[in-house]
């Protein structure tokens, strides 16, 4: 007989565990090494991005918040597409391939506060002929020629000739200054000393065209909607290349300026106050990214190298278009099919099953046992978590309770399952046993919750890495809400693409979507008027003395001032006079006024697990990668830990499952977005150029499929907190 399968227990059912689970099962070979269980509480997957279907109003889709899929999403796209061909299934079925699954955005609009007044700009990136998820590398002169010359092109339509002979100063400048980066990065530096002269001078003299620029063309003409908005992306990128240029960011990499604030680094380097305080382009960089401090607009923060990094990725390196939307919610278009894969390969889950503690061996070098509470008990003894509509699988809103025993009961009195680990007050049962019930823990869930799970880990002063991390670990709740209506964009006055996004409105709720694609994806009867679905976010303002009916409450007063205070700005058609005409939302009970809200689904994502996690300046260092926690048989995963990067996403959480899988089995191999002059942020990037596993080492052997945590091989201690990893 052969050796005893690897039994590894995945705590955590959102995209960082899914995705672990998905890489540790993706062959058979693996399949026979590695028997792997989920434990998720409550009766769906998804984490943050969980969505279900209202059985009692139509099967209508409801979100934790806006989702949508950035075309640079490598990883993530990678995974979906292997998930989908795996699946299979009749062409005609709904959603059958991940094309039909995703569709390219239209226009992407964003917002100006300019001397108040609000100024709208439609942005609309070219398509590229690549597929999402195809790799590819592009060097820093191909990406600046090109974001150059397509700002120069828009820029020489707008202004005088001086103007045009300053702005064609500007962008040599910047191009001069890449081919000299380039040519460092090719092996032919001068002198370390003479090479910082000139990347100073070539800095100076971009500030020096820009500053003639601003002076003599902008700021005469600063009324001009579309030159100023114009002139402050020219600016930020500019800025952004002296930064490079000053700092030596593509051969010191992005880490060194991380314990720095983005806008504080702009302002380091010569950025404009018009920039800096008008730029969408900017200011998409905090909303995108919920990256305010305890959810309040007036204190944006994000660490500099990884804000930039991540813009960089985001617009010069996607595939395909620069966002897609999903066609249906994101647990039926995402975690619905990975599910039902993974159960085919013979993945366990374990619902209902809420961790409460890890508990370390007596010699502290690794996880013994992890408590449990079952939160319910199945009539069945097992649990069929989905149910179809118009033949897609779907997860409910809310649990069948006819699976579950007094199901009834819990119903009646409104029982969340999600926020609510033990329902009925239980004694927590046998805790699951190193050697019986797992070899391996995956921990998959989110920082919040680990300070509450992971007591006895933060208290081992033999492990003072892992609490550093948790210690510097921030997050922020945030808001959404999602509104049906009896008329179409048009009707509503939208005066842009109807497949389109908004960002940098009004705050906090910042950013709409239209999502009309989804009304034939639901199970509206035919008479009834139902054209259009708009989803709005943002965050939620919080001072640690909330709670769930606080946030709550707080969420439903923005919704209202929103709606009777700031929509008509970009929906003029929902106006009755002077206040929100109530009558466009539709409300199957019929009724009048504000109260056909109550008809409408909105949320304050108060619990640990539904936070979002923030890119601090000065935490970034704390972070651990997934083979990093310090004990012989844990490994993290989540958009929390080190993996690229380092900020809440689906890409994120994806790499960091992806990293997790790779620390226990050695697959995948190729990880996209950690190589090359963008994926150098890393205090050690000599270790990911060389292809291999981040830490300067050989990368893991195919042969045995052998990772750095199987059973023999322990891994590597964590570093101290404030060392630099060379």
């Given at each position: 007989m052969g050796e005893k399968p690897t039994k590894v227990a995945v705590i955590g059912g959102g995209p960082a565990g899914l995705t672990a689970a998905f890489e540790l099962t993706a062959t058979a070979e693996l399949r026979r090494q590695y028997e792997v269980t989920v434990y998720q509480p409550g009766w769906r997957l998804g984490g943050k991005g969980a969505s279900g279907?209202?059985?009692?109003?139509?099967?209508?889709?409801?979100?934790?918040?806006?989702?949508?899929?950035?075309?640079?999403?490598?990883?993530?796209?990678?995974?979906?597409?292997?998930?989908?061909?795996?699946?299979?299934?009749?062409?005609?079925?709904?959603?059958?391939?991940?094309?039909?699954?995703?569709?390219?955005?239209?226009?992407?609009?964003?917002?100006?506060?300019?001397?108040?007044?609000?100024?709208?700009?439609?942005?609309?990136?070219?398509?590229?002929p690549f597929d999402p998820g195809d790799t590819a590398e592009h060097t820093p002169l191909e990406v600046l020629r090109a974001a150059v010359t397509a700002v120069q092109g828009h820029w020489l339509d707008l202004i005088p000739e001086a103007g045009v002979l300053l702005a064609r100063e500007v962008g040599r400048r910047i191009l001069a200054a890449c081919r000299a980066a380039e040519s460092e990065r090719a092996g032919y530096p001068p002198a370390e000393a003479r090479a910082a002269?000139?990347?100073?001078?070539?800095?100076?003299?971009?500030?020096?065209?820009?500053?003639r620029?601003?002076?003599?063309?902008?700021?005469?003409?600063?009324?001009?909607?579309?030159?100023?908005?114009?002139?402050?992306?020219?600016?930020?990128?500019?800025?952004?290349?002296?930064?490079?240029l000053v700092d030596d960011l593509v051969n010191r990499g992005w880490s060194v300026i991380n314990d720095e604030e983005l806008t504080d680094w702009l302002r380091r380097h010569g950025a404009t106050e018009l920039t800096l305080t008008t730029s969408p382009f900017l200011r998409a960089i905090y909303d995108g990214?919920?990256?305010?401090?305890?959810?309040?607009?007036?204190?944006?923060?994000?660490?500099?190298?990884?804000?930039?990094?991540?813009?960089?990725?985001?617009?010069?390196?996607?595939?395909?278009?620069?966002?897609?939307k999903m066609q249906a919610g994101m647990g039926d278009t995402v975690f619905g099919p990975m599910y039902e894969v993974m159960k085919k390969r013979g993945v366990r889950f374990e619902f209902f099953t809420a961790a409460t503690g890890l508990h370390l061996a007596k010699d502290g070098k690794g996880i013994d046992a992890v408590d449990v509470i079952?939160?319910?008990?199945?009539?069945?003894?097992?649990?069929?978590?989905?149910?179809?509509?118009?033949?897609?699988?779907?997860?409910?809103?809310?649990?069948?309770?006819?699976?579950?025993?007094?199901?009834?009961?819990?119903?009646?009195?409104?029982?969340?399952?999600?926020?609510?680990?033990?329902?009925?007050?239980?004694?927590?049962?046998?805790?699951?046993?190193?050697?019986?019930?797992?070899?391996?823990?995956?921990l998959a869930v989110p920082p919040d919750v680990q300070r509450t799970i992971c007591t006895e880990l933060l208290a081992d002063e033999r492990n003072p890495g892992y609490k550093a991390m948790i210690d510097n670990t921030h997050s922020v709740m945030t808001q959404a809400f999602q509104l049906w209506?009896?008329?179409?964009?048009?009707?509503?006055?939208?005066?842009?693409?109807?497949?389109?996004?908004?960002?940098?409105?009004?705050?906090p709720l910042d950013t709409y979507c239209n999502m009309d694609h989804l009304v034939p994806r639901e199970c509206w009867p035919e008479g009834d008027r139902m054209l259009d679905i708009a989803y709005f976010c943002g965050v939620l303002a919080h001072d640690g003395n909330d709670t769930q009916e606080k946030s709550d409450a707080a969420a439903w007063q923005e919704v209202l001032e929103y709606l009777e205070r700031d929509v008509s700005d970009f929906w003029p058609g929902s106006k009755l006079g002077e206040h929100f005409n109530w009558d466009v939302l539709v409300d199957p009970q019929g009724r009048k006024g504000s109260q056909r809200l109550l008809a409408q689904y909105f949320r304050a994502n108060f619990a640990p697990?539904?936070?979002?996690?923030?890119?601090?300046?000065?935490?970034?260092?704390?972070?651990?990668?997934?083979?990093?926690?310090?004990?012989?048989?844990?490994?993290?995963?989540?958009?929390?830990?080190?993996?690229?990067?380092?900020?809440?996403?689906?890409?994120?959480?994806?790499?960091?499952?992806?990293?997790?899988?790779?620390?226990?089995?050695?697959?995948?191999?190729?990880?996209?977005?950690?190589?090359?002059?963008?994926?150098?942020?890393?205090?050690?990037?000599?270790?990911?150029?060389?292809?291999?596993?981040?830490?300067?080492?050989?990368?893991?052997?195919?042969?045995?499929?052998?990772?750095?945590?199987?059973?023999?091989?322990?891994?590597?201690?964590?570093p101290e907190p404030s060392a630099r990893r060379h």
């Open positions: 279907r209202n059985h009692a109003v139509c099967d209508r889709i409801e979100e934790h918040g806006l989702h949508v899929w950035f075309g640079c999403y490598d990883n993530a796209f990678s995974m979906i597409r292997r998930c989908y061909a795996e699946r299979g299934g009749p062409a005609d079925a709904p959603l059958a391939t991940w094309r039909d699954a995703y569709k390219p955005t239209g226009q992407e609009i964003i917002y100006e506060r300019f001397r108040d007044r609000w100024v709208c700009h439609a942005v609309k990136l070219p398509p590229t002269r000139r990347r100073t001078r070539t800095a100076r003299a971009i500030g020096i065209a820009l500053n620029l601003h002076r003599h063309v902008v700021e005469p003409r600063v009324e001009n909607d579309t030159l100023r908005y114009t002139f402050t992306i020219v600016d930020l990128l500019a800025t952004v290349i002296r930064g490079i990214s919920f990256a305010y401090e305890e959810g309040d607009k007036s204190r944006p923060s994000m660490a500099a190298g990884k804000a930039i990094q991540d813009y960089i990725r985001g617009l010069a390196f996607y595939n395909g278009a620069f966002m897609w079952k939160q319910v008990e199945l009539k069945s003894g097992r649990y069929e978590p989905m149910f179809t509509v118009k033949e897609l699988g779907c997860w409910p809103s809310e649990p069948d309770w006819e699976q579950i025993v007094e199901g009834g009961a819990l119903s009646s009195r409104g029982a969340n399952l999600e926020r609510e680990e033990n329902p009925f007050g239980r004694e927590a049962g046998e805790p699951l046993r190193r050697g019986r019930d797992f070899d391996l823990v995956v209506i009896d008329r179409g964009t048009s009707e509503l006055g939208w005066r842009y693409e109807a497949n389109s996004l908004m960002s940098c409105y009004v705050e697990t539904e936070r979002y996690v923030l890119s601090l300046p000065g935490t970034i260092r704390y972070r651990l990668w997934p083979d990093q926690s310090g004990y012989e048989n844990l490994v993290l995963a989540g958009d929390w830990t080190r993996n690229g990067i380092d900020a809440g996403s689906i890409e994120s959480a994806v790499t960091s499952g992806m990293l997790a899988a790779q620390a226990i089995c050695g697959e995948p191999q190729n990880i996209a977005g950690l190589t090359g002059w963008l994926g150098a942020d890393l205090e050690d990037p000599a270790g990911w150029r060389a292809g291999g596993t981040g830490r300067g080492e050989e990368p893991p052997s195919s042969a045995g499929r052998t990772g750095r945590f199987s059973r023999d091989t322990p891994p590597a201690p964590a």
